[in-house]
C-alpha cells in the first residue's frame, strides 16, 4: 500500500500562485509515476499533470500547461505541483496519485493509489 497526503491548497485570488505537495508513504517512492488530478463541483475527476518515476519526463493537460509545473523529490518521497496564474475555473479538490512503473497515464482507472485531497479555490 502507498500513502498520499496533499497539502498546501487554499484560497487565492486570480492571477495568484500555490504551491500543492504530496507525501506518499509505504512503498519505493521513485518506483512510483506520480500525479495530480482535480475536481471540480458538477464535473468529473480530470487528469492534471504527472511526473515519470525518475523526474524526467513530464505531462501536462493542456488547459494547465504553461502555469502549472510538476516536480518530484525522491530524497523526500514528495511530488509537487507548482500553480501559476491561477483561474477561477482552476478552483477543484486537487487529487495526488500513484501508478507503480511504466509510463503515467492520463486516465484514473491507471492508477493505483489516491490521496484524500486538498481543495484550491481561485477567486475572480
Known amino acids: 500500500q502507498v500513502q498520499l497526503v496533499e497539502a498546501g491548497g487554499g484560497l487565492v485570488q486570480a492571477g495568484g500562485s500555490l504551491r500543492l505537495s504530496c507525501a506518499a508513504s509505504?512503498?519505493?517512492?521513485?518506483?512510483?509515476?506520480m500525479g495530480w488530478f482535480r475536481q471540480a463541483p458538477g464535473k468529473e475527476r480530470e487528469f492534471v499533470a504527472a511526473?515519470?518515476?525518475?523526474?524526467?519526463?513530464?505531462f501536462y493537460a493542456d488547459s494547465v500547461k504553461g502555469r502549472f509545473t510538476i516536480s518530484r523529490d525522491n530524497a523526500r518521497d514528495t511530488v509537487f505541483l507548482q500553480m501559476n496564474s491561477l483561474k477561477p475555473v482552476d478552483t477543484a479538490v486537487y487529487y495526488c496519485?500513484?501508478?507503480?512503473?511504466?509510463?503515467?497515464?492520463?486516465?484514473?482507472?491507471?492508477?493505483?493509489?489516491w490521496g484524500q485531497g486538498t481543495q484550491v479555490t481561485v477567486s475572480s
Open positions: 511526473i515519470t518515476r525518475s523526474g524526467g519526463t513530464t
Open positions: 496519485a500513484a501508478v507503480w512503473g511504466g509510463e503515467p497515464g492520463r486516465r484514473e482507472y491507471e492508477w493505483d493509489y
Open positions: 509505504g512503498r519505493t517512492f521513485s518506483n512510483y509515476g
